[in-house]
């Protein structure tokens, strides 16, 4: 079981009493949009969190998906993870959304520097990775402002339900490049 603090937040395991908080975060049109998905209904949501805590209880583990709360008023507020892979899964891509009302304010910033320290100090990643459509501004400025460096720009890469396809920025950051300025 997972449990992360920081200042502001808990990063924590999801569990099915997550549905109706995380689904307004999902089934934002905004949010879904810049996660390349249709908006889920609640059915759905209840769906991906089934299969979420079924991941969460796999060994090896290549799933964290944790729900992100506010630590004054327990708020779900909205997710982040990584999907391990690579060999002895010691690569982590990191994904993450919040709830739209809630932009601006550091937040994603705070979890995803707390996401990426458990990455490298407690599964021992080597390298922590992350794709972003160029527009999406927020996203790859959360990625800098944890300190992960813009290693590429891919062309047409990514396919949108709508069948648009983008380009992507991949990010990254090593495990010694994150202890040299972390501890
Ligand atoms: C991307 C997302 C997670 C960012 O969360 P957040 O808590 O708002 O991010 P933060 O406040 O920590 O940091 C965002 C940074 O981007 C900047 N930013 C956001 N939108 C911007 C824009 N349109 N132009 C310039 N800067 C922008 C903010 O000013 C901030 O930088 P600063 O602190 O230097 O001012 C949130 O917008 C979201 O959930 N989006 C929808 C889902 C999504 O995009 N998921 C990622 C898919 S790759």
């Known amino acids: 079981m997972v449990r992360l603090e920081t200042e502001r937040l808990i990063l924590r395991e999801l569990t099915m009493e997550d549905v109706p908080a995380l689904n307004a975060v999902d089934g934002d049109p905004e949010v879904a949009r810049w996660n390349g998905f249709d908006p889920p209904s609640l059915d759905g949501t209840r769906g991906y969190l089934e299969s979420v805590i079924k991941d969460a209880g796999q060994s090896p583990r290549q799933y964290y998906t944790l729900a992100i709360v506010t630590r004054t008023d327990n708020r779900l507020i909205g997710r982040c993870g990584f999907d391990r892979g690579g060999p002895d899964l010691l690569a982590g891509m990191v994904g993450y959304c919040l709830h739209r009302d809630l932009w601006g304010q550091g937040y994603m910033t705070e979890a995803v ?55 992507s920025y991949h990010y990254a950051i090593l495990a010694r490049e994150w202890a040299a300025v972390n501890g």
């Open 113 to 167: 520097r707390a996401l990426v320290d458990f990455g490298f100090r407690e599964l021992e990643l080597h390298r922590i990775w992350a794709e972003c459509d160029p527009d999406n501004i927020g996203s790859w400025r959360v990625l800098e402002k944890v300190g992960m460096r813009r290693e590429g720009h891919m062309i047409e890469s990514f396919r949108y339900p709508s069948g648009e396809w983008v380009d």
